[in-house]
């Protein structure tokens, strides 16, 4: 049965006058010193109005938890189920417009939130930071599900940054959202996890992704209960994860090791492509593996350096503590090691028969402006 009852957070009462206990979401709000004065109607119990608010692949799992706790009619913990998404350049839209389309969910294009009555929000990749105005409106808040351990990793890029810094522990946290800052609410739920060896951004993202769908529906269950037993975000041990720009991928020969570059490799070569430069012309490394240190002798080697290994078929690339192996490359075209071998390297020392190695290597990328890398990472984003 649905209970509906009225709620008003009033005015401070004179010292010594008695009054009752304030409902959870109200407690969690007046900390902020948020006070509504609104007639609110306010569900006691599931099941809940939700809107949800989300992008990506990560966001689309959390939704279809939601999607099917609302289709278990035994449970009654979703009542309504409508979503928020940001527009996208292409036909087919994001991954939680899609997935909201084909089951046939509300969908609104952000800034649109609808005008619908809602218990709360949940939030999962979304991007944008949600006005005070917009959380109110909610009578128990927003509830943001974030990859990562809170209060590391704040920010758009978590999982990015915990394989680029190459964490040995990350997590799911469920955490109420506060306005004007991305990540610092108070924590709800928290779950750790052991990040996989040598796991890509994209594998890490799919484990948290059902972890975080699991505690989403697990807070849900018992909302206000989560609320009032919600825990403010410790002071220390916060670090931030922006967004990756098109200049993170060009590789820095000299500086970086290949356990730093293949960490790079691992954390955003599905989204862009690592580059370096090769005869003024960019060239992007597409397939990267390791390699055990080849004993190259009467050769001078600097960081860059680039042999064609005829047993392996791949190009070895000397960086700043040893090797990296690269499968194929694109340079105008993809070409494969054993072709760009063929069609340039061994041209090239053909027409320079005296020239050592390290005349003809890989240099450092330097990008231009940062506007110009912004439409970089954009139009590769399309792409994808």
């Known amino acids: 049965m649905r209970v509906l009852v009225r709620r008003c957070w009033g005015p401070p009462l004179a010292h010594g006058a008695r009054r009752g206990r304030p409902s959870p979401q109200w407690r969690a709000l007046a900390r902020l010193g948020w006070e509504d004065c609104r007639d609110s109607r306010v569900r006691e119990k599931p099941p809940w109005r939700v809107l949800f608010f989300g992008t990506d692949q990560f966001a689309r799992e959390a939704l279809r938890a939601l999607h099917a706790a609302r289709e278990n009619k035994e449970e009654e913990l979703i009542d309504k189920l409508e979503v928020v998404t940001m527009p996208s350049p292409s036909p087919k839209g994001l ?30 990749s979304f991007g944008r930071l949600l006005n005070e105005a917009l959380i109110l409106k909610f009578p128990y808040g927003i509830l943001n599900v974030h990859p990562s351990c809170l209060p590391r990793w704040r920010g758009p890029a978590p999982v990015i940054h915990t394989v680029l810094h190459g964490d040995t522990v990350t997590g799911v946290t469920i955490m109420q959202i506060r306005p004007k800052r991305f990540d610092v609410g108070p924590i709800l739920k928290q779950e750790t996890v052991p990040v996989p060896p040598k796991s890509t951004a994209k594998e890490l993202e799919a484990v948290l992704s059902r972890l975080g769908a699991n505690m989403l529906i697990s807070v849900l269950k018992n909302l206000p209960e989560s609320l009032s037993n919600g825990r403010q975000q410790p002071m220390e041990g916060a670090t931030y994860a922006p967004k990756i720009s098109a200049g993170t991928s060009c590789i820095k020969w000299e500086e970086q090791t290949s356990e730093q570059i ?22 992007k490394l597409l397939d990267l593996v390791e390699v055990n240190n080849p004993k190259l002798t009467g050769q001078a080697l600097i960081p860059g350096s680039v042999i064609y290994h005829k047993q392996s078929q791949i190009l070895l690339v000397y960086c700043k503590d040893g090797w990296i192996g690269v499968r194929s490359v694109m340079l105008k075209k993809s070409l494969t090691a054993t072709d760009f071998y063929n069609g340039y390297l061994h041209p090239w020392y053909q027409k320079n028969s005296q020239a050592q190695p390290s005349q003809c290597r890989f240099q450092t990328l330097r990008l231009p402006t940062k506007k110009k890398q912004k439409k970089t990472v954009a139009m590769q984003q399309c792409i994808e």
């Open 95 to 124: 991954p939680v417009k899609q997935y909201a389309v084909q089951s046939q969910l509300p969908v609104y294009e952000w800034p649109d939130v609808g005008s619908g009555e809602y218990d709360v929000g949940v939030v999962a």
């Open 262 to 283: 293949f960490r790079l490799y691992r954390a955003i070569g599905n989204i862009i492509p690592l580059q370096t430069l090769w005869m003024a012309n960019t060239i």
